[in-house]
């Protein structure tokens, strides 16, 4: 999911194009009833995104001193390369920690700014594989004492490749390779991790 850490550079525009899932997925998001910049949690129905449903990744986003991000719902698809479930957990269980702060930061950055995020990560996975992953994600407002979500769109970009296994945990996701924060109308971060 993910969601993931960035690392500092000076531009945001991304070396590569992204694919035709990630801005139909933008496109989606767009379209969702808003009060402002920000559809509410309340806007999202899983039934209406049926065609990014198996991909989908749901996070909490964490509130100010929170040391987690809490993953509410994983597509069938992700869960399927995966080959488990981590619906529910802490995605920081899923990253080295020297990326905690930055990933942390970068969860409240999608909420706070507000503004969308598309990154190109690779992810190992136990079974001895890794995989490319393109992330596009934006935020969901929260409300009525509800914590406020981001929606992602999580697919894999070309076929497994052979990785060292990794100890104890069912993936490991590796640090953005490249990344671009996405203006909704309040124009991006400066990204100063």
């Known amino acids: 999911m993910s969601l993931h850490v960035l690392q500092p550079k000076s531009t945001f525009a991304p070396a590569r194009s992204r694919s035709p899932e990630s801005l139909a997925f933008e496109a989606f998001w ?3 009833p808003k009060d402002g910049l920000v559809p509410a949690r309340s806007a999202f129905h899983p039934r209406d995104a049926a065609q990014f449903l ?3 990744l749901l996070v909490e986003v964490p509130p100010p ?3 987690r991000i809490k993953i509410r719902l994983a597509g ?3 869960e399927a390369q995966v080959r488990g479930s981590i619906t529910g957990h802490d995605y920081l269980e899923f990253l080295p920690p020297p990326y905690h702060d930055a990933a942390l930061q970068s969860a409240r950055l999608i909420a706070g700014q507000p503004c969308g995020l598309w990154q190109m990560t690779n992810v ?3 079974r001895g594989t890794s995989q ?3 992330i596009t994600a934006f ?3 929260g409300g009525g004492g509800r914590a406020p979500l981001i929606v992602a769109l999580s697919r894999g970009t070309a076929s497994f490749q052979m990785a060292a296994q990794i100890p104890a945990t069912v993936m490991m996701a590796d640090t953005a390779q490249e990344y671009a924060f996405l203006d909704i109308g309040a ?4 990204w100063d991790a």
């Open 139 to 141: 935020p969901l407002g």
């Open 132 to 134: 490319m992953l393109e």
């Open 124 to 126: 190992h996975y136990r």
């Open 30 to 32: 767009r379209d969702l």
């Open 54 to 56: 198996r991909d989908l």
């Open 76 to 78: 069938s698809g992700f």
């Open 187 to 190: 124009g991006v971060p400066a």
């Open 65 to 67: 001193g929170a040391r």
